[in-house]
């Protein structure tokens, strides 16, 4: 069951820099007003970040995001890793229609992502607290 | 590709459970149309010992159907009718009879809403284990008795975890006949991990026995409805009733229709007075807690106290003793849960825990979130339940989560159309309604 809302080409144009480029950390994505499409939210994704906690906070309290963060870690072993990790943010203040609009068109945000290493569905900032994605990334799974 | 929902012609949305059809327009926060599912009628069967009234009334339908009379809605079986029996299409959540869904359905759509249905497309919701058979027979009767333009299927387990904005969620559902568990994975059912019982019936039966069942302080209550009384005085708590039951009608009242009102009485005891306790059963905690008065039809009123919270209890633990009376016994919501992780992955366990959504009108019972939370997080201290506050939301997540799904543009291009429908037949349901 889906929603039918596309990716916009921009967005995995955006994705692509990231996961090819490195030339960003992170971009938030959003479905657009229309409702039609899953777009780059520019007014979140153009900031400096450099720390995953300042990046944390720009998700916003009351309305569900998707977010790609190039996780960077020590691994245990040691040496340097990068994963990417998609952020499913959705609080437990959106509205039920947003709920419903980002769940159902996960899939298909997921589909055109690929290279995606850890998943996080989220409803609170604990949720996605940097340790919680640490273990996460070092476990390999969602 | 079709071109219907959008802004243009709104769909419809119908959900069909065990103890109401709700029906109504895409978008709407409420279903227009909330009729009983349990519908009266008069037998055709000249074998039944049943009266035949009103033969000369007889609607479209009777020709070809097994019924007389159809008695639907508001005015349905809630109405004592000479003769009248009472009868439900829906086995253990699955529609079993399909010969009553037409009129329901025509009932609450051209009847209640005033909606022509050959106008609108139409979203239906199924429960998770429904079965191809009968999702196909749904397709059938939508296209070729209604013809609709255009037809979807929904998953309720899936409607219910996107409602609460989950792509994996672990969903409990507690209607007025089943209770379910339902993993979901990415937008998907994981069947392995689905598991149902007819917990909600036991419930019942419960509250039924320590009704009828005298106790020291009262004797057994007796669950006459409203309709087979006459007259009635106001009596003291506990004291002996003082009423007329409506002679004249006793012998032309068939047994179907008195099992269905006695079940409603029940029903409407349970949603004032029934109550789970959260922290789990302890005689001291369910005595402390404040009795609640309660007037049956008869005039009967009496305080329940301890006895409100061994209905509730039934959900979360059967005694030793009934279990081994009755081997048969539904799965209770710790059995449910515990069946269904253990079908699960390890490593995905944690994340369905974490996604927990309660919902079904089932859940509403008193305390009832507080105590599955409990009950969860002594074995996964992380649980985190997703229970809607807001009751519509709880009662028809189902219904809610497709009203907001069709009325979403993009949504008409997974509508089946009328055409597909006609070059493909049933096997386009399965291919489209994943």
Known sequence: MATGVRVSSESIEAYQNIKLGKKQKYIVFCVNDSKTEIIVDKALS??????????????????PRWAVYDFQFEADGGGQRNKLVLIKWVPDDAGIRPKMLYAGSNDELRKSLDGIAVEVQATDYDEVAYEIVLAKAKQGTR | MVNYGGDEVSALVVDIGTSSVRAGYAGDDTPRAIIPTHYGYMSTNPDADVLMGDTGENNAESSKSKFAKLYIGQSGPSIWREGMEVANPIVDGLINDFSPIKPLVDHAISDVMRCNPAEHPILVTEPTWNTPANRERMAEIMFEEFQVPAFYIANTGVLNAFAAGKGTAFVVDVGQAMASVTPVVDGFVLRKGLVYSSLPKLVRAHARHILVTPTPSRSGIALLPQQMIESKNAVEPNMPVQFTARQDRIPKTTETWQSWAEEREIDEWIQHCAAVLDQGWNDAAAQSRPPKLYEFPTGFNTYFGMERYQVGEQFFWHSPALVASNPNLPKNIPALITESLRACDAELRQVLMGNVVLTGGGSQFAGFADRLSNELTRTFPHAKIHAPGNPIERRYGGW???????????????????????????????????
């Open chain 1, 46 to 63: 153009g900031k400096q970040i450099e720390k995953y906690n300042d990046f944390v906070d720009l998700l916003p309290q009351k309305e």
């Open chain 2, 400 to 434: 809610l989560g497709g009203s907001i799904l069709a009325s979403l543009g993009t949504f008409h291009q997974l509508w089946i159309s009328k055409e597909e429908w006609q070059e493909h037949g049933k096997s386009i349901v399965g291919q489209r309604c994943k």
